[in-house]
T-cell receptor, first 112, second 114 residues
Framework: SQQGEEDPQALSIQEGENATMNCSYK?????LQWYRQNSGRGLVHLIL?????REKHSGRLRVTLDTSKKSSSLLITASRAADTASYFC????????????FGKGITLSVRP | SAVISQKPSRDICQRGTSLTIQCQVD?????MFWYRQQPGQSLTLIAT?????????ESGFVIDKFPISRPNLTFSTLTVSNMSPEDSSIYLC???????????FGAGTRLSVL
């Protein structure tokens, strides 16, 4: 399977703390994306990083990509209770023709 | 961005019956995708639906079980046929604008099969 792996599987932090989530993948990619899913609803796109990029920022989100290690991390700074959700990394593998492969997801709980 | 309306939002069905899920987009899109998400699991791609051609199914999914229609650039349906309890899942449609490979998702259909 080409499915990515996130870690940790579950993360519980206090409001105001930073949350770091990691994702590893297996073969070469065009890009890697992070999505959020609230309570079994549809996914919402958060951020995309291309294979030739190393770091991107969007608001309180910071994503890094290390293609030599085939890994990415998502940092959420100054977390809020509303950040409580499941987070998925998704990769567009080279030659995948726009299809995305989703990891197993990380459940983030932010305690007020 | 794109706004996707997916119906029904949830349903409870008897085994052996079929359910058709609808996905309507507010703009024309080339690619539409159907996913299954089993309880507590990740998303698994069922098929890619392109207008004017047969859907492309992923390994483990067949047209007889999951027939898909894509009559135009804003609409698609997925049918879950001859359902069994193992089909209980959330089914999600998404669209992928051609300019950049970000997918926008519907809210999902939560299906329970008794």
């Amino acid at each position: 399977s080409q499915q990515g792996e996130e870690d940790p599987q579950a993360l519980s932090i206090q409001e105001g703390e930073n949350a770091t989530m990691n994702c590893s993948y297996k073969t070469s990619i065009n890009n890697l994306q992070w999505y959020r899913q609230n309570s079994g609803r549809g996914l919402v796109h958060l951020i995309l990083i291309r294979s030739n990029e190393r770091e991107k920022h969007s608001g309180r989100l910071r994503v890094t990509l290390d293609t030599s290690k085939k890994s990415s991390s998502l940092l959420i700074t100054a977390s809020r209770a509303a950040d409580t959700a499941s987070y998925f990394c998704a990769t567009e593998y080279t030659g995948a023709n726009s299809k995305l492969t989703f990891g197993k997801g990380i459940t983030l709980s932010v305690r007020p | 961005s794109a706004v996707i309306s997916q119906k029904p939002s949830r349903d409870i069905c008897q085994r052996g019956t079929s359910l058709t899920i609808q996905c309507q987009v507010d703009s024309q899109v080339t690619m539409m995708f159907w996913y299954r998400q089993q309880p507590g699991q990740s998303l698994t791609l069922i098929a890619t639906a392109n207008q004017g051609s047969e859907a492309t199914y992923e390994s483990g999914f067949v047209i007889d079980k999951f027939p898909i229609s894509r009559p135009n650039l804003t609409f698609s349906t997925l049918t879950v046929s001859n359902m069994s309890p193992e089909d209980s899942s959330i089914y999600l449609c998404s669209v992928g604008p051609s300019s950049i490979n970000i997918q926008y998702f519907g809210a999902g259909t939560r299906l329970s099969v008794l």
